[in-house]
């Protein structure tokens, strides 16, 4: 019997570090049987000839042809799967507006399972052929529909993570979609976790309830206590909004005296498998309970340009050691591609910093040292997701899972301007992270299983 499931042969980029990228230039990499890197070999290596001449010829082999690339599978922190439909309508009003006239319309219609089920299959395949192999979602406030979503995860093989969103608080949730009281929303919140903790056991990728205060307005303190015993109970990852607009932040402000943050930790909402998306008003205090708590933020670059009011601080709550991933926000960001939000999330830091050039004197237009490199994005949208989400994935390392797209450079229609006077990987890199499109991901694969082939 082989050792491996499967070899494959070819040139790969990965986070060596935030700063670097490792490129691993015809490289074989040998997968176990449960979907996990067991080995990576070197044209250098002695063991590297042997391999390949005892898997070159048989049917787990998988030669990438030149020309086409590895890269680890993206990793979106916060996607709101039912807000597909709506994606890149109103984002020209306000986020409370936007949430009343659009979105709670919108999930409102979730109610019907055969129309969750229509949807959320078009989702993940949607995610899946942008690159995108692991999500975190919210679905609504629907048990049965927020299980159809794990399940349409569990089926077409990508490592979802699901929460049926909590939205009880009468005062501040329309009566048309809002849960009926916080006792129901606490008990289908457990019952939901039960069941997808039990879905997720028969899937070899991993499928995880997640407990979901949709955010602080939308929810009671009740409310908020009892999802934050429920996760400690179950050890289950958590997820909300933080501290995104002036007016979300403003509002728990007015209720607790407090910011987002603490008054998430004060619920037992804030531990290491926590991601809070947005956290763009975060302060230097409310950063370091993140970091001390191991929490996460979702770093959604295109919907911040839109809701936010701001442009977040990213290098600075890195530099604090705060875990940070990216997300789509889809609908708030209308792209449901972590292509986009890599470089968005490259081109906003370089907004904040607009123009300050150290070696001038201080000007008044930027905040220095703000800006983030494209190493540095391509950090955030594969091993930094990985870090937030306590997984071994987002790293093409042994012990990893192997979560890989295949960018294929020539494609037809979609070729990248590459050119024999691109000698160095690195360019090649640069290039397809700045302008592939989903038609050159040939291939997608998550924990060792092809889930997407174009
Ligand atoms: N805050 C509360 N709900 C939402 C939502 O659906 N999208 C965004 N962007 N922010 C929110
Ligand atoms: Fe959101």
Redesign the pocket.
């Known amino acids: 019997m082989n050792t491996y499931a499967q070899v494959f042969q070819g040139t790969a980029f990965t986070s060596q570090s935030p700063k670097e990228i490792k490129v691993l230039k015809d490289h074989l990499f040998c997968i176990d049987e449960n979907g996990v890197i067991a080995k990576i070999l070197a044209p250098i290596d002695i063991a590297y000839n042997d391999v390949l001449k005892e898997y070159e010829n048989t049917d787990a082999f998988h030669r990438i042809n030149e020309g086409t690339y590895i890269l680890p599978g993206f990793i979106d922190l916060h996607v ?1 799967a039912p ?1 597909w439909i709506q994606a890149g309508t109103a984002l020209d009003i306000p ?1 409370n507006d ?2 009343n006239t659009y ?1 709670f319309p919108t ?1 409102a219609k979730f109610a019907d399972v055969d129309f969750a089920t229509k949807v959320y299959a078009d989702v993940v395949d949607t995610l899946l052929a942008n690159g995108t192999t692991t999500a975190l979602y ?1 679905a609504t406030i629907h048990k049965e529909a927020s299980i159809v979503l794990a399940k349409t995860c569990a089926e077409k093989g990508q490592r979802g993570l699901v929460g049926k969103v909590v939205m009880d608080d009468p005062e501040q949730t329309p009566s048309f979609y809002k849960d009926a009281d916080t006792k129901t929303a606490l008990a289908d919140t457990e019952e939901f976790i039960v069941a997808v903790k039990e879905l997720g056991k028969s899937t070899k990728q991993g499928v995880y309830p997640v407990v979901t205060p ?2 602080i ?2 929810c009671t303190d009740e409310a908020l206590r009892g999802l934050g015993e429920l996760a400690k109970k179950y050890d289950t990852h958590i997820q909300s ?1 933080c501290s ?2 002036d007016w ?1 932040h403003g509002y728990v402000q007015e209720r607790f005296g407090k910011n987002d943050a603490q008054a998430l930790n004060d619920f037992g909402l804030l531990q290491d498998k926590s991601v809070m ?2 956290s763009n008003f975060l302060t230097d205090e409310d950063a370091q309970l993140f970091a001390d708590t191991g929490s996460a933020i979702a770093h ?1 670059p295109v ?1 911040n340009a839109y ?1 936010a009011n701001s442009v977040i601080p990213i290098a600075r709550f890195m530099a604090m050691g705060v875990e940070i991933g990216l997300g789509s ?1 889809i ?3 209308f792209s449901p591609s972590l292509y986009d939000n890599t470089r968005q999330a490259v081109i906003s830091s370089r907004m904040l910093e607009d123009g300050v050039d150290s070696s001038l004197p201080a000007t008044t237009r930027g905040v220095p040292n703000s800006r983030i490199t494209l190493n540095e994005a391509f950090y955030l949208v594969t091993a930094g997701g990985g870090e937030s989400l306590s997984l071994p994935i987002g790293r093409l390392e042994v012990g990893f899972a192997w979560d890989a797209q295949m960018i294929d450079t020539r494609t037809a229609n979609a070729r990248l301007p590459i050119y024999e006077v691109d000698k160095k990987e690195i360019d090649i890199f640069e290039k397809i992270i700045y302008l592939a499109r989903p038609e050159n991901i040939r291939e997608v694969w998550v924990q060792g299983e092809k889930v997407h082939t174009r």
């Open positions: 709101h807000q986020l936007w949430l979105t999930e919210f949709r955010f307005p939308s909004h995104e607009s979300a998306a947005h959604c919907s809701f926000d609908s708030g960001g």
